[in-house]
């Protein structure tokens, strides 16, 4: 029997997503200090996201076609509504949630308002785009489709999209939270996707909902100048 290559296995298409993202969050803090002062250190995170957001959007449609959980014919109209309800819902929790016991560190709060006209645009175009269609995208992938089930049985392409077990629910939900600066809002929206998912046993909707959270969230910022948020 040949034994099937990692890197061939269901699994790692869809980790390699989110893996790419937070190696290149790990990296870019790495050289940061390196780099003298100057408009290059000032703009770093608009010179480094795009280069990530593109990155993983080129793994994720080279493994598209084996994503097959992604069932479009399996989306209704009140999963939808419902989504954009969710999304709605974790968005304005999230931006009450920045108390200071429920967040790790302190957040480096980038202001794209320095860099020169068209760019700013341009980079918010990117951002938004980013934050809202891309993340989710490989986010619910991850969380989701992968660590859900894998944490009931490592044979995770067994188990059903929206299986449940309570110890898939919590570990997956605070694991969810401990990948961004608010800990807090972030275990609070993996509880609603989560929920999310049970109800509907599509990732589908918790891609929509964690897209419209982000949109929302993206929106919020550049116009109350919020971009701790960001």
Not at 91 to 112: H, K, Q, R
Request: charged share 15%; hydrophobic share 55%; with cysteine.
């Amino acid at each position: 029997m040949t034994q099937t290559k990692f890197t061939d296995s269901p699994a790692f298409s869809r980790i390699l997503p989110f893996a790419v993202y937070m190696v290149f969050i790990i990296l870019f803090d790495l050289l940061k200090p390196l780099i003298p002062e100057g408009v290059l250190l000032d703009n770093f995170i608009a010179i480094t996201y795009p280069v990530k957001i593109l990155a993983v959007t080129g793994i994720l449609v080279h493994y598209w076609k084996s994503y097959d959980e992604l069932r479009f014919d399996k989306l209704k109209v009140v999963h939808v509504l419902v989504a954009l309800l969710t999304g709605i819902v974790v968005f304005v929790l999230w931006i009450n949630m920045d108390w200071n016991f429920a967040t790790f560190g302190s957040s480096e709060a980038y202001d794209p308002g320095i860099l020169p006209g068209k760019t700013y645009y341009a980079f918010l175009a990117v951002r938004l785009a980013g934050t809202a269609l891309v993340v989710p995208l490989f986010e619910e992938i991850f969380w989701r489709s992968f660590v859900l089930r894998y944490i009931i049985n490592q044979d995770f392409i067994a188990v059903k999209i929206g299986a449940f077990t309570w110890m898939s629910f919590i570990i997956a939900s605070l694991l969810f939270g401990s990948e961004h600066y608010l800990w807090l809002a972030g275990i609070m929206a993996g509880v609603f996707y989560n929920l999310l998912l049970y109800w509907s046993r599509n990732i589908y909707v918790c891609i929509i909902a964690h897209s419209v959270t982000n949109l929302l969230l993206g929106i919020y910022v550049i116009r109350t100048g919020n971009w701790q948020f960001w």
